[in-house]
């Protein structure tokens, strides 16, 4: 095994680009961009540099970090959220998404009769089209969900670059719609919908006064256990998504007065979800993108193009409507990067108020990107 691809090296090269990342964002100059957003910028730089396995030569270090790690990062986050919070950003979030949803499958449509992508892909357009409609509907689910109707993994290295396309476009958006707010705000005033109230700014969370012993023995076991039951509800019940169920067992624990006084769930959550955005970053891989040559610039051009019209179209609906522009951001990355990166979004804006709207959406999209994405295939 190359020491690059040893998942205890990976892992600490990934934790030290979130203490570096964590450390750049409290400097003058890179506390603008967020430890967030340096995250994934410098996992991207050294991923891209070889130093770390990318998307192509992926490795199950990065597999566990999607499927374990980004869930209970999520249960840690919502151990803190307030359930008032559904009630104030329910109608915005959901209007909004919904409203993302659509201008994604009028992007991908556009971008079709722009760019004309069938006369460099032929047949496979159409599905590729309706795969990028899914994955910036709803997630990676609804990407393979429509492959795998037309069995179009089957042709490998077509479908290996649209998925490398896709990761590119995915990391550039998360840094766009971490930007968003500070840009639009200047060009065109936005205001804050969702205010929170004075009960929730009277809830001092007690993470805020560091982790002990008792705290970090009942989290890790909380973290553990709320994941093994959503799993096993989930198989009872594959009709929900096992990501409701964590979520939904946060929320209730987060009622209780015991769970609600452990100190630390905010910091250790966070600190997973850095480690989750670390792997997206190295997923951000240049290389795989050019060795496709014509068809490689096509496939950019063309999810690139849907994605940027899918925010323009976003940007100028919801100006005239609610004009909260974190809320934008984070719907919108809850289109194009799903669920889970749009909770990484509301956290990096300290945003607790829209967090598990984030998950709701992030849900939604799940439920409607496939549908859309054979919508767009009937249509074309």
């Known amino acids: 095994m ?27 100059y890179g506390k603008p961009f967020g430890a967030a957003l340096l995250v994934i910028l410098f996992t991207a730089i050294i991923a891209n540099l070889k130093l770390i396995p990318s998307a192509s030569n992926s490795i199950p270090l990065y597999d566990a970090i999607f499927k374990y790690v980004a869930p209970i990062s999520i249960f840690y986050l919502l151990l803190n959220v307030s359930l008032r919070s559904i009630k104030q950003a329910g109608l915005p979030m959901v209007s909004l998404f919904l409203i993302g949803s659509l201008a994604t499958a009028l992007g991908v449509l556009l971008s079709w009769f722009i760019l004309k992508p069938e006369t460099v892909l032929g ?116 009709q929900i998504p096992s990501i409701l169920i964590l979520s939904t067992i946060g929320i209730l624990l987060a009622q209780m007065r015991f769970v609600a006084s452990l100190k630390g769930s905010h910091q250790l959550g966070l600190f997973l979800v850095y480690i989750f955005l670390a792997v997206i970053g190295a997923y951000c891989e240049i290389g795989a993108v050019s060795q496709l040559e014509h068809l490689g610039i096509m496939l950019l051009m063309f999810a690139g193009l849907a994605v940027l019209l899918h925010g323009i179209i976003l940007i100028l609906i919801s100006g005239f409507m609610y004009r909260d522009w974190e809320i934008v951001a984070i719907v919108s990355q809850a289109n194009i990067g799903g669920g889970t990166s749009a909770i990484a979004l509301a956290e990096a804006f300290k945003r607790k108020d829209l967090i598990l709207p984030a998950i709701l959406v992030g849900s939604l999209g799940n439920a409607l990107g496939t549908y859309l994405g054979f919508f767009v295939i009937y249509v074309l």
């Open 123 to 238: 047949d496979d357009a159409k599905i590729i089209a309706g795969m990028f409609t899914g994955t910036y509907t709803g997630g990676s689910v609804n990407f393979n969900a429509v492959a795998l109707e037309y069995d179009f993994q089957k042709n490998g290295i077509l479908y290996a670059g649209t998925i490398a396309v896709d990761n590119v476009i995915t990391t550039i958006w998360m840094i766009i719609t971490l930007l968003i707010p500070t840009v639009l705000s200047r060009i065109w005033k936005g205001r804050t919908v969702v205010t929170t109230t004075k009960d929730m700014d009277a809830m001092e969370h007690p993470e805020d006064e560091g982790m002990d012993l008792n705290a970090m023995m009942w989290l890790f076991f909380l973290g553990i256990s709320a994941y093994y039951v959503s799993e096993l509800l989930s198989a009872l019940f594959p």
């Open 2 to 28: 190359s020491f690059i691809t040893n998942p205890v090296y990976v892992l600490v090269v990934l934790c030290l680009m979130v203490i570096l990342s964590v450390y750049a964002s409290q400097t003058k």
